[in-house]
């Protein structure tokens, strides 16, 4: 059996010292009007379904795992918001005042503390990386943490931008409501600013990747309700070029030291009825969408040079027992516009989210709205407080379904995995 060694930090053994770790994100979130805490209120909605949001913890747990091999010590684990006086090694974002990159880390010695944080929860797993290889590259039966001074880098997490609407964004996500119900409903009880929150960050199909993927990749939430691709006069605060969704992806994409390597593009559910629908795509309006979405890479690919695009097209919405003509239209338009860009040389791609939802969240087809609604209830908004149901929009089950076909997805894209079967 191999001898233990001796761990110190700043000359005091190791055993002294606990590992702090940031509090779960949801804790730190908006306060619910429900009576529970954020995180209380998720784990009820997503009933055991991806909840896991402790990164931090993982983190600390992965360090306590290293000191155990190396010295034989059981270090205890300690929640930021319990913790006590006395030596810490502090992990996570919450436990430093350095801004970072998001891809990158640093580890050092403080007084008391030894700081292990990174600019995201990727990247502070990976600062674990540096740390095991230090403690594998030493030589000598006892070995302090400090002497190895700063300890920093990056960690090439992929980076990955979602842009779209209201089904980008996650809107009425929430169980039984689609935030406009009764005031006594489910719904009504987070209030606006909770269910803004629910949305974006822990409901929505991004954060489901986030959450899934959160040690290899970043993923940004972009979704702006109501958004179009195309300006219409009658629309215009919604053209996404001028949101302010989009400004923040153009603001990070510029940034010297960041770089998107995938854009997921879902527009057009909105842009198949405004201007009269169908009857008012002709030529043209085709050949503006196609513009729209030309002018849109071009400006990420000035900051991204390297990114790769993928254009979902308009998913399914429970309604099909009547004719969408609004929606094939669009959808053809969209196909048409991915054929042109790429035989311009540009890198996108085209993913059948409306084959994959209609296979993947309900029984195909109803020939009546009952039908349809039936079909589908399990992923979208069917029962709301109103009693009047949200044929467009997936509800929390919905999303996270969504998120399974773009991970595969993702994965062809920046993995070399294969090709999925909803890639045109």
């Given at each position: 059996m191999t001898a233990k060694r001796t761990l110190l930090i700043g000359g005091i053994d190791i055993?002294?010292?606990s590992?702090?770790?940031?509090?779960p994100?949801?804790?730190?979130?908006?306060?619910?009007?429900?009576?529970?805490?954020?995180?209380?209120?998720?784990?009820?909605?997503l009933l055991g379904e991806n909840t896991a949001y402790d990164f931090d913890r993982q983190?600390?747990?992965?360090?306590?795992a290293l000191v155990r091999s190396f010295c034989g010590v059981?270090?205890?684990?300690?929640?930021?918001?319990?913790?006590?006086?006395?030596?810490?090694?502090?992990?996570?974002?919450?436990?430093?005042?350095?801004?970072?990159?998001p891809t990158a880390y640093v580890c050092e010695h403080k007084g008391n503390e030894y700081r292990i944080m990174g600019g995201s929860f990727g990247a502070t797993w990976h600062a674990m990386d540096a740390i095991e290889k230090y403690f594998a590259e030493s030589n000598t039966e006892t070995v302090d943490l400090a002497d190895a001074g700063v300890i920093s880098g990056t960690y090439p997490l992929r980076r990955v931008a979602c842009l779209g609407d209201s089904i980008t964004r996650g809107s009425q996500a929430l169980p039984d409501g689609n935030g406009f119900g009764a005031p006594d409903g489910r719904?009504?009880?987070y209030g606006p600013l909770a269910t803004s929150h629910y949305f974006e960050q822990y409901l929505s199909y991004p954060a489901n990747l986030a959450r899934a993927l959160w040690k290899e990749y970043l993923v940004f939430n972009f979704g702006q309700g109501n958004a179009t691709m195309r300006y219409f006069e009658d629309w215009k605060q919604f053209y996404y070029h001028g949101t302010g969704k989009f400004a923040s992806c153009l603001a990070m994409s510029d940034r010297e030291d960041f770089a998107f390597d995938a854009v997921i593009v879902m527009l057009g559910t909105n842009d198949s009825g405004r201007a009269g629908g169908a009857k008012l795509w002709g030529d043209t309006e085709k050949s503006d969408y196609t513009r729209e979405a030309e002018a849109l890479m071009q400006r990420i690919l000035a900051g991204s040079p390297k990114a790769r695009f993928a254009l979902m097209n308009v998913p399914h919405r429970c309604n099909s027992h009547k004719v969408s003509e609004s929606d094939d239209i669009v959808r053809a338009v969209q196909k048409k516009t991915v054929e042109t860009l790429a035989d311009k040389g540009y890198d996108i791609c085209l993913y059948d989210m409306y084959a994959y939802s209609c296979d993947h969240m309900g029984v195909g087809h109803g020939t009546t709205l009952e039908e349809e609604l039936v079909a589908h209830a399990d992923y979208y908004n069917i029962r709301t407080d109103t009693g009047k149901p949200d044929t467009t929009h997936p509800n929390f089950r919905g999303y996270y379904t969504i998120s399974r076909g773009v991970r595969e997805l993702l994965a062809h894209l920046l993995e070399d995995a294969p090709k999925p079967t909803y890639l045109v």
């Amino acid at each position: 059996m191999t001898a233990k060694r001796t761990l110190l930090i700043g000359g005091i053994d190791i055993s002294a010292y606990s590992i702090v770790y940031g509090a779960p994100s949801v804790s730190r979130g908006v306060g619910s009007l429900t009576g529970k805490t954020v995180a209380e209120d998720i784990g009820d909605i997503l009933l055991g379904e991806n909840t896991a949001y402790d990164f931090d913890r993982q983190s600390a747990a992965r360090f306590a795992a290293l000191v155990r091999s190396f010295c034989g010590v059981e270090l205890p684990l300690v929640c930021e918001c319990e913790a006590s006086t006395g030596k810490k090694v502090l992990v996570g974002r919450a436990c430093g005042d350095l801004e970072l990159s998001p891809t990158a880390y640093v580890c050092e010695h403080k007084g008391n503390e030894y700081r292990i944080m990174g600019g995201s929860f990727g990247a502070t797993w990976h600062a674990m990386d540096a740390i095991e290889k230090y403690f594998a590259e030493s030589n000598t039966e006892t070995v302090d943490l400090a002497d190895a001074g700063v300890i920093s880098g990056t960690y090439p997490l992929r980076r990955v931008a979602c842009l779209g609407d209201s089904i980008t964004r996650g809107s009425q996500a929430l169980p039984d409501g689609n935030g406009f119900g009764a005031p006594d409903g489910r719904a009504a009880s987070y209030g606006p600013l909770a269910t803004s929150h629910y949305f974006e960050q822990y409901l929505s199909y991004p954060a489901n990747l986030a959450r899934a993927l959160w040690k290899e990749y970043l993923v940004f939430n972009f979704g702006q309700g109501n958004a179009t691709m195309r300006y219409f006069e009658d629309w215009k605060q919604f053209y996404y070029h001028g949101t302010g969704k989009f400004a923040s992806c153009l603001a990070m994409s510029d940034r010297e030291d960041f770089a998107f390597d995938a854009v997921i593009v879902m527009l057009g559910t909105n842009d198949s009825g405004r201007a009269g629908g169908a009857k008012l795509w002709g030529d043209t309006e085709k050949s503006d969408y196609t513009r729209e979405a030309e002018a849109l890479m071009q400006r990420i690919l000035a900051g991204s040079p390297k990114a790769r695009f993928a254009l979902m097209n308009v998913p399914h919405r429970c309604n099909s027992h009547k004719v969408s003509e609004s929606d094939d239209i669009v959808r053809a338009v969209q196909k048409k516009t991915v054929e042109t860009l790429a035989d311009k040389g540009y890198d996108i791609c085209l993913y059948d989210m409306y084959a994959y939802s209609c296979d993947h969240m309900g029984v195909g087809h109803g020939t009546t709205l009952e039908e349809e609604l039936v079909a589908h209830a399990d992923y979208y908004n069917i029962r709301t407080d109103t009693g009047k149901p949200d044929t467009t929009h997936p509800n929390f089950r919905g999303y996270y379904t969504i998120s399974r076909g773009v991970r595969e997805l993702l994965a062809h894209l920046l993995e070399d995995a294969p090709k999925p079967t909803y890639l045109v």
